[in-house]
């Protein structure tokens, strides 16, 4: 985000300097020498974060700025009018840029901050519809493309053109733009010649008029004529330090091009952009690993039992909680059933998660039929190696065919009967998590859902994801639960996603910040 109080300062200084030396300015409006040369004697602006002060004032911007009037005392034509005039534009064009980084800066996701680049973008070179393309010059991804004022179907017309015909193609693919239907120019974005980069960072393109283009492709002035657009500007999303991560085309309506100090605020604007982009696409491929680290922790596929049917959601959250799940075919057609929590984030709480679970899948194959003895054994083990961790557990045997379960909690989440003729929590009894007491008991209960009716096992995340109070997010989880349409009742997959959809209507990823969430659901026959 820019700060422009510093660079109003000094342009300020220098305008009182400008105004002191009176003497000076006397003698170049009499054109009369005073020592020196006249070019020698008139003051020289300073350039400032990049602006450069001979490039004249924009056609517009986002945020105009009205001429500065000239002092009572200042006669039209002397420099300081003039450099009250030009330091109006700096802070008007400062002032602008800041606006658009502040709304920048704001975003939490990749196609959220690409949408705003173009959006801010748009409004800088004058456009009203624009594309951006989201891929990464080291190939790991992800890649993006989104668009403004640009419907879905648009997009995918425009990508059929060949990427070697078309700017934002040739920036992708580092290739020359041929000179007969380019204009370019060098923009803060290029390389320094004193500093030689280890990338070559491309320069802007501008087609002011495309369909007057004799060697353009046949297939981009069709595609060009369809959508009616008649030129484009793409600048690169990529800096020295960032690499190159896309490029990002404005489309004109009417043949045009943006002037030189429009492409000077949006080359600006376009290198805050991209290291932006830069740290999002981090973040991203961080959550990435952790969201495959998690999934390798936890079961592959659910085990086919008879008399019952399962279903399992998972999402890890953007820094790699300890939420995880399991279903474990034990002896004699019986089933264990588990769900539980491991305090902490981070590739930590996912590794004692794995440790947590292996353990628990162990001491249900030794003595499943007694769950407050497969906690107990838990709980003795996280104390004995992990005593600065908590985690919360919750166990159940389940005999199918019976469709009996007894099951026992350690400050878990109590489990949600839902069925045609009732949806309610399952009352287990208080207890406290694992690690959190010398020695951890508490007794068992025994539940016998009806046929047609399902379990709902579920971590505390999903609750925290409402962000409500847990005694409401207990009511909205109900509700929810009640309102499962009667066609979703017979598949515990289309219950745990109407769930999720009424619960978390913006979605799972709407909460870049937001914890795992863990149902699994289990459908007796």
């Known amino acids: 985000m820019l700060d422009i109080a510093p660079l109003v300062r000094v342009h300020v200084d220098a305008l009182l300097a400008a105004q002191i030396d009176m003497g000076v300015c006397d003698a170049i409006e009499r054109n009369a020498p005073v020592g020196k040369p006249a070019d020698m004697s008139a003051p020289h602006l300073p350039k400032v974060a990049g602006i450069d002060s001979t490039v004249p004032s924009p056609a517009h911007t986002t945020a105009p700025v009205p001429p500065a009037q000239p002092s009572p005392t200042a006669l039209p034509g002397v420099p300081g009018a003039m450099i009250q005039d030009r330091l109006a534009s700096w802070v008007s064009d400062l002032t602008t840029l800041h606006e658009l980084t502040e709304r920048l800066v704001k975003t939490g996701s990749l196609d959220e901050a690409l949408r705003e680049v173009l959006r801010a973008g748009a409004a800088l070179v004058g456009a009203r519809r624009g594309m951006a393309v989201l891929e990464p010059g080291d190939g790991l991804g992800p890649t993006s493309t989104v668009g403004l004022g640009l419907a879905h179907a648009d997009l995918g017309t425009i990508e059929t053109v060949p990427r070697s015909a078309t700017s934002y193609g040739r920036i992708l693919d580092g290739l020359p733009e041929p000179a007969a239907t380019r204009t370019t120019v060098p923009g803060p974005v290029a390389p320094s010649p004193a500093a030689p980069d280890p990338i070559a960072v491309p320069e802007p393109i501008a087609v002011p008029d495309l369909l007057s283009e004799a060697e353009l492709d046949p297939r981009h002035r069709e595609v060009a004529a369809r959508l009616g657009y008649a030129a484009s500007y793409a600048l690169p999303l990529a800096t020295e330090a960032a690499g190159k991560l896309g490029a990002v085309v404005w489309l004109y309506d009417e043949p045009a091009e943006p002037v030189e100090r429009q492409r000077h605020l949006v080359g600006l604007y376009s290198r805050h952009a991209t290291e932006h982009l830069a740290r999002l696409l981090e973040l991203e491929r961080a959550r990435v690993r952790v969201a495959t680290i998690a999934e390798e922790l936890l079961p592959s596929r659910l085990p086919r039992v008879p008399g019952v049917q399962l279903a399992a959601r998972h999402r890890t959250g953007p820094q790699g909680g300890g939420d995880w799940y399991d279903a474990l075919p034990l002896p004699e057609g019986a089933l264990g059933l588990a769900v539980g929590s491991v305090s902490g984030t981070g590739p930590s709480a996912l590794a004692a998660m794995g440790r947590l679970r292996a353990s628990l899948r162990a001491y249900a194959v030794m003595e499943g039929e007694d ?42 989440t109590p489990p949600l009967i ?13 207890s406290a998590p694992l690690g959190m007491l010398a020695c951890w008991e508490a007794p068992s209960i025994e539940i016998a859902p009806a046929a047609g009716e399902t379990v709902l096992l579920y971590t505390d995340g999903l609750l925290r994801r409402t962000g ?10 109900h509700a929810a639960a009640a309102s499962v349409p009667r066609a979703d009742r017979t598949d515990p997959g289309a219950i745990a996603d109407h769930i999720l959809r009424t619960l978390l209507p913006e979605g799972l990823d709407h909460d870049v910040d937001g914890e795992d969430v863990v149902l699994l659901a289990a459908r007796f026959e």
């Open 418 to 430: 839902i069925g045609d003729h009732r949806t309610e929590f399952v009352e287990t009894s208080l």
């Open 468 to 477: 409500d109070p847990m005694d409401r997010a207990f009511a909205r989880l």
């Open 371 to 412: 769950p407050v003895a497969v906690l107990s054994d838990l709980e003795l083990l996280l104390r004995l190696t992990e005593p600065a961790r908590s985690a919360t557990a919750l166990f159940a045997y389940s005999e199918p065919k019976q469709r009996k379960l007894v099951l026992a909690g350690a400050g878990h």
